[in-house]
């Protein structure tokens, strides 16, 4: 064994046909993240990553029924949830949970052929949304709300947090950062899926390891310390000075940099928009302002771009969301980006298993325990 790669940077660890990361442009099976932003639903991305083509009509009406009519989740899920100490709950932990929980409702949880599979799918898909809702609702002592069949996905996730039907613009904002979410490439909580499945485990051990993986500040949960860095600034004017401190100390500034992109990562165009569209309606442009001045500091001074997290933490906000809500709805876009890996991985599956490069002490000689100090 030769050469160890901290981090695995610039491994190619997998073969996929979902989604690449080329010269800094991100596509989905080929199609342009600019493109699907602008023009695709969630639903037609869905079915995108896990047929490897854009649906026809029939198809995504197809799409659109059996998720709207699969949300509703077994009445213990929402017991589950009602019984926890919300004071101490974060909701990624009582998503992660939720979703282990949920396999023990399914009867084909171990049924490992590919229609099973692609059944179950469609499953967690659907109930991910109800999850996060109803977590948000029960926490604010509030009854869930259930699902509307005739609604969309977005529409559905939208009338579920609020218990009633959203407008244009909050749909339209939360379509948009559904798609730009839902896949990318090899990233830490898809990696984490493929591991776990590549042993032949269920689909729904897959997406709680990744529910797992996306959780840290490194990866998804930084979102979440975005909007709380913004609003621990608190005004525009604070911003440089706070920023400047934290460099000084060596911290790291969340939402910012990026394991492969260089120039720049191609989704926080279109949340940066979004953000000073939002923030303007909502007359809470400080947000935004505040992120340009951060965004242009860090670009220059350490030549860091912005990356998804950074602007979609003003975008959430804007909508009136909690931040703490931000990872979970990264989750339940990114569920269709790792059941997309997870159904790839066991179509041709091998078990993953790399090896560490031992560096500890050598011929250590056992001390029975009476003798050592
Ligand atoms: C959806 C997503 O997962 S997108 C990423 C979300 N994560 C964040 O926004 C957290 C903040 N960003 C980071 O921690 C990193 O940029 C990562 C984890 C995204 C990528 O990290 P890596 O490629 O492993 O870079 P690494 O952490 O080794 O940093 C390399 C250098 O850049 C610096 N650096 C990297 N990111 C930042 C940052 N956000 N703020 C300040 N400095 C940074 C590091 O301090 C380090 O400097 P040094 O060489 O002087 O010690
Ligand atoms: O790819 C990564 O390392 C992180 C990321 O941007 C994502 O998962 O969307």
């Given amino acids: 064994m030769t050469t160890t790669t901290k981090g695995l940077e610039g491994v190619v660890a997998s073969r996929s046909q979902i989604s690449s990361i080329i010269d800094d442009q991100l ?10 932003a602008e023009n695709a639903s969630f639903e037609e991305v869905v079915f995108l990553l896990w047929n490897k083509k854009l649906p026809n009509q029939k198809e995504l009406d197809a799409i659109k029924k059996e998720l ?3 949300m509703e989740v077994p009445n213990e899920i929402y017991e589950h949830l009602k019984s926890y100490d919300m004071s ?5 932990a009582a998503l992660r949970t939720a979703v282990s929980m949920l396999a023990l409702y399914d009867d084909e949880v171990d049924v490992m052929e590919a229609d099973a599979n692609k059944r179950k799918a469609i499953r967690i898909q659907a109930k991910i949304a109800t999850i996060v809702t109803a977590f948000s ?8 709300v259930k699902p509307k069949k005739d609604l969309s996905y977005s529409e559905n996730f939208l009338y579920m947090l609020n218990g009633k039907q959203a407008n244009s613009i909050e749909v339209e904002a939360i379509e948009k950062a559904l798609v730009l979410h839902a896949d990318h490439e090899l990233n ?17 051990s897959g997406i709680t390891a990744a529910i797992g993986a996306l959780k840290g500040p490194l990866h998804g949960g930084a979102n979440e310390a975005v909007m709380k860095m913004l609003l621990e600034i608190g005004e525009e004017e604070n911003a440089i000075p706070y920023i400047e401190k934290k460099i000084a100390n060596k911290e790291k500034i ?11 990562d191609p989704r926080a165009k279109h949340l940066k928009e979004m953000s000073k569209q939002l923030t303007k309606i909502t ?14 500091y860090i670009k ?21 969301i909690d931040y703490d809500l931000f990872t979970p709805i990264f989750a339940v876009s990114r569920t269709s980006g790792w059941l997309a890996h997870i159904l790839e991985q066991y179509e041709d599956n091998r078990l993953i298993r790399p090896r560490a490069e031992y560096i500890g002490p050598q011929k250590q000689k056992y001390i029975p325990l009476s003798q050592r100090s």
């Fill in 188 to 204: 830490a909580s898809t990696f984490t899926a493929r591991v776990c499945v590549a042993t032949l485990s269920d689909v729904y």
């Fill in 254 to 264: 969340m939402g910012m940099g990026h394991r492969v992109y260089r120039t720049g």
């Fill in 300 to 320: 220059k001074n350490k030549g860091l771009p912005a990356n998804v997290d950074f602007y979609s933490a003003s975008v959430y906000h804007s909508l009136g």
């Fill in 68 to 70: 709207a009519e699969n």
């Fill in 88 to 92: 101490k709950v974060h909701p990624m």
């Fill in 137 to 144: 609702r029960i926490r604010k002592g509030k009854e869930p």
């Fill in 27 to 36: 596509t989905y099976v080929g199609y342009t993240i600019d493109d699907l």
């Fill in 283 to 296: 007359g809470q442009e400080k947000w935004y302002n505040m992120s340009v001045e951060i965004e242009d």
